[in-house]
């Protein structure tokens, strides 16, 4: 360290604010108006209490006409990047990268700022980090001289979350202060580091918020309306994409991030006071190198203190965010040997100066020892003070540790490729053959599309599961057998030839082995997010967690994607297609939408092939046959053409009108159906609450309603209710809010009404068909919609978003079709349905009186008389008698059969039963419970889940439950009642 950067470690509090007019070579302007945006000399330090001056480079102010954090003003995504280009034609230090599109067409972009020299060379510093990346392809003398040579990348994204709106106004003035300052540690940082700036992540939402910023300003008498859709798809959610990768910005982040492999990802966010720097509170994921770790703990604190010293309020680490889950944007860092870290500032969402009160926040901890003031007038040029001062210290540190960072980045990725002969496992192995090989082909897409690569095996192969192998244990005599010994688990594994290997001696083998291996959260922890999420339940296919090492030295080749091989000759009169509820077979019906399929009642046998119930047929007479095995070409599932029809009992299986049905509360939950829906190219229309209030006859225009889970709600009431009454709060474009819209309304605040729940009441009686999820899912049984069915509130239950074992409990009905007995579902502790007429639990309390809980009340002085029998359990009730008719005809309160709720899908009846991956306390309070109902109404269905199964683009293998319902909407009342 040069002996005058000492100076900028002086407290700045020893010292007021420099005098502006003291520095010729500051904008005067700029700095004056820094200065007096600030709302307390306190918000502000000396790395960002002044702008340079450039009469070559256009500053913000120059070029917007206002300072970055000037009062009431926030700039489009587009102005942002005019603003970037203009820099870009002004310097040689910057450089400007188109990136991608987001899903409505607008253009993300990449700004990279260095010394005019690194720029110009920007090819070879990129070919550094690329070959630091895999060290198996460099020798260590190598790696040494490439890290001597090369620059560090710090890669800063903005405005991820759309009502956190500071970040793309700093990222400007940081681009042009890192461009134009002749400061030495800014030229430090130009000199020794690769800065990489995202201004904008999420586009869409971007201008939707400042365009409802501008509506507040020509309305300054109305309230504000929320921002109920953030980009086309998902709102909050859009940095929980990280094990999907389902969002353009996801996929766009991913595809630079291996264009050029920076060493820091860094979101910027806004939430919770002053400065929160991320390290988190724990459970921190388990699959990371501790050496990760202790960097987010090294930075956090260096710019804790560094900030703290230069007299900051508030900046602090640890107490906010666990660190476990891999689905954040920041883990495409993580995941790739960088660093992924976060900020959370200060941010009042609108430009406009408040007073805000800060409630916990404010307390002092051990972790917050220079905690945040409890009340404060706050500013957007406060919010721009406090991230900048914080990234210029970030960015100051890796130019001071430049090589330091390199070396990291190659260290995490050797010990990575070590990981499968130190820690272990050695490799994930799919089976080849194998039910789901649609879905089994997109996971290991999903995979690649990571930079892991897949292996495939040349020829069959065994491995023992037992490494090392265990000493045999010597039994003690009179020693109870235990559980494991009675149900003998196979001591070794075979895979047929061509199966799938992930070895763990590769670059990100630690990914891999987090998005692929089981997790176990304490019930007592504090989670932020999802518990469980491996891949190989979430996709329903077979695979195994391998330990002995053997398995890498079979022999494999690397595998890549095929092309579609030629389809077969298009001659016979009906294909057979094996349904194994595979998404491919929901891709193949919706491709061939106007070819006709019907779905086999019962298994069959053709030649020596073994045809399940439910496969399907696709007619060839009358259709373009060649249209149909090209279709079947491009799948992988498996068909035969037959000659002639097999004469067994089957249905149609259409392709129903499908409406998709949101509020106007809240539209993030619903938005992952939609790009589920899209992705399969699944037609549909997008209604309202506030549309179907109107609509009479909802049954001339749908087959079937599918209404995703509402988000969060005050309560399901508001699904009818909608928001507070009040002036109306409009969603729509106009010349003024120009990028509103996904769906539109002149007013936000109405619900669905009491009109509403009765045209979709109406619908279903009709014969519709109503697909209802969580909070919908309660709705319809608080509005009678799903007779002799209740919620029960849990008490002790925890299961924060877990992967959960179920057990199909009716296998007659068309939606069990294709799936084995059991299927791993997605579970967020809520709901827990519970099916009957009768509250029995009173019935289960004795009074008080002689012997114990199970003796029988004995009156005294009279001959003892037993007590008559318990009501009798309902369908899906223990001890249920489908034969039970008769007592509908005596009581009037006990429904027809056909009428009473069907349990599909349940939870197991034991508890140790239901945990497959994530977290599960309390697991009696759902032990045996209802997940899937379907409720007949009239000529129709309403069913309910209480699983999500379309689920942040995570959830394929639960995806065929919901089309298994729509497909066969028309008979889903086979099997039902019971014989
Ligand atoms: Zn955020």
């Known amino acids: ?32 108006k820094i200065r007096e945006y600030t709302t307390d000399p306190q918000f502000m330090t000396d790395l ?45 230090r910057v450089k400007v990268f188109s990136i991608g599109k987001t899903e409505e067409g607008r253009e993300m972009i990449l700004v990279v700022v260095a010394n005019e020299e690194t720029i110009a060379n920007l090819d070879r510093y990129k070919e550094i980090t690329r070959k630091l990346s895999d060290p198996r392809k460099i020798t260590e003398e190598e790696a040494a001289k490439l890290v001597q040579q090369g620059k560090p990348m710090y890669w800063l994204t903005g405005a991820m979350h759309s009502p956190e709106t500071g970040s793309p106004e700093m990222l400007m003035e940081l681009a042009y202060r ?31 918020q400042v365009d409802l910023v501008r509506w507040k300003q020509a309305n300054p008498d109305s309230i504000q309306p929320p921002l109920v859709y953030w980009g086309h798809y998902v709102s909050h959610d859009n940095n929980r994409d990280a094990l999907g990768m389902t969002l353009r910005l996801t996929q766009n982040v991913l595809k630079t991030f291996f264009e050029f492999h920076p ?89 406009k100066t408040m007073d805000r009160v800060v409630r916990d926040a404010s307390q002092r901890d051990w972790f917050r020892t220079n905690p945040p003031l409890p009340k404060v007038k706050w500013s957007l040029r406060n919010n721009v003070n406090y991230q900048q001062s914080g990234v210029l210290t970030a960015l100051h540190y890796m130019a ?57 095996t040349d020829k069959p192969v065994t491995v023992k599961l037992d490494w090392p192998p265990k000493k045999p244990e010597e039994k003690k005599e009179g020693e109870a057998k235990d559980k494991k010994e009675e149900k003998k688990e196979p001591d070794s594994a075979t895979f047929s030839a061509g199966s799938y290997v992930v070895r763990l001696d590769q670059p990100f083998s630690r990914l891999a082995d987090a998005l692929l291996d089981v997790q176990y959260v304490r019930g007592d922890e504090r989670v932020y997010d999802d518990c469980g999420w491996t891949l190989g339940y979430s996709k329903n296919v077979e695979w195994k967690r ?95 053409i037959l000659d002639t029809v097999p004469s067994i009992a089957t249905h149609p299986m259409p392709t129903p009108r499908l409406a998709l049905l949101h509020t106007w509360v809240d539209t993030q939950d619903e938005g992952w159906y939609r790009i589920a829906l899209d992705e399969l190219h699944v037609p549909y229309d997008y209604i309202s609450t506030q549309g179907v209030s109107g609509m009479q006859d909802l049954r001339s225009k749908y087959d079937v309603i599918l209404f995703p889970p509402a ?146 009340d004995v009156p005294q002085g009279r001959p003892y008389v037993d007590l008559p029998e318990k009501p009798k359990p309902g369908p899906g009730e223990e001890g249920f008698q489908p034969a039970d008719e008769s007592s509908s005809r005596f009581d009037p309160y006990i429904p027809r059969m056909e009428e009473r709720p069907r349990v599909i899908l349940s939870f197991p009846k034991e508890a140790d039963q239901i945990l497959l991956s994530g977290m599960l306390d309390g697991a009696d309070e759902i032990a045996g419970k209802p997940l899937i109902i379907d409720s007949p109404l009239g000529k129709g269905h309403v069913l309910l889940f209480a699983n999500n199964p379309m689920w942040r683009g995570n959830t394929q293998g639960n995806y065929a439950l919901i089309f298994n319902a729509i497909f066969n909407y028309q008979s889903l009342g086979i099997g039902w009642p019971p014989k």
Do not use: C
């Open 1 to 32: 360290m040069k002996w005058f950067w000492l100076l900028l470690f002086i407290p700045a509090f020893l010292f007021a604010a420099e005098s502006i007019e003291k520095h010729p070579e500051w904008d005067q302007g700029y700095s004056k």
């Open 48 to 92: 960002v209490d002044h702008l340079p001056a450039s009469d070559k480079v256009p500053s913000p102010e120059k070029f917007n006409g206002y300072i970055a954090g000037a009062p009431d003003q926030l700039t489009y995504a587009e102005d942002v990047y005019r603003y970037m280009r203009a820099l870009e034609a002004a310097t040689a």
């Open 178 to 208: 890192l461009a134009v300052e002749e400061t030495p540690l800014v030229q430090g940082i130009r000199d020794n580091v690769i800065t990489m700036i995202t201004p904008v992540l999420e586009v869409d939402g971007r201008d939707r």
């Open 263 to 351: 060493q820091v990802l860094h979101d910027l966010h806004e939430s919770i006071p002053f400065l929160y720097i991320s390290t988190g509170t724990g459970p921190y994921n388990a699959w990371l190198d501790p050496i990760a770790i202790d960097e987010w703990h090294r930075m956090a604190y260096h710019e804790v203190q560094t900030l703290t010293e230069k007299g900051l309020p508030g900046v602090w680490t640890h107490g906010f965010y666990d660190g476990w889950a891999p689905n954040y944007m920041f883990w495409i860092g993580h995941g790739h040997n960088a660093i992924g870290r976060f900020y959370e500032t200060y941010g009042n969402s609108t430009p």
């Open 400 to 456: 001071e540790n430049h090589e330091h960072f390199l070396q990291t980045f190659w260290i995490l990725g050797n010990r990575a490729i070590a990981k499968a002969k130190t820690e272990g496992p050695a490799a994930y192995v799919f089976e080849a053959n194998q039910k789901r090989k649609g879905q089994l082909r997109d996971l290991l897409n999903l995979l690649r599309v990571n930079g892991i690569e897949i292996h495939q």
């Open 546 to 640: 391998i330990v002995n090492q053997e398995i890498l030295m079979t022999p494999m080749h690397e595998w890549s994607p095929q092309a579609p091989g030629a389809p077969p000759e298009a001659k016979g009169k009906i294909v057979a297609v094996k349904n194994y509820a595979d998404t491919d077979l929901i891709r193949l019906r919706y491709a061939l939408s106007d070819a006709k399929f019907s779905v086999s009642e019962v298994a069959w046998k053709q030649k020596t092939t073994e045809w399940p119930a439910g496969s399907v047929f696709i007619s060839l007479e009358g259709a373009d046959s060649k249209n149909v095995v090209n279709a079947l070409a491009s799948t992988s599932l498996e068909y035969s």
């Open 711 to 856: 988000g969060v709600l005050s309560d399901v009431s508001e699904i009818v209710n909608g928001m507070p009454s009040g002036p109306p709060m409009p969603w729509k474009k106009t010349e003024l809010t120009p990028n509103l819209g996904v769906d539109e309304t002149d007013d936000l605040r109405p619900g669905l009404g009491l009109s509403g729940v009765q045209n979709i009441k109406k619908f279903v009686e009709d014969g519709g068909l109503l697909i209802t999820v969580r909070e919908t899912a309660q709705w319809a049984v608080q509005y009678g919609l799903a007779k002799y069915i209740s919620t029960v509130q849990p008490q002790k239950l925890r299961a924060s978003g877990s992967i959960m074992n179920a057990v199909f409990t009716d296998r007659k009905s068309p939606i069990a079709i294709g799936y084995d007995e059991m299927l791993p579902v997605y579970y967020a502790a809520f709901p827990i349905f519970k099916i009957g007429i009768f509250d029995n639990r009173e019935a289960e309390k004795r009074p008080s009186g002689r012997g114990s809980l199970k003796d029988p």
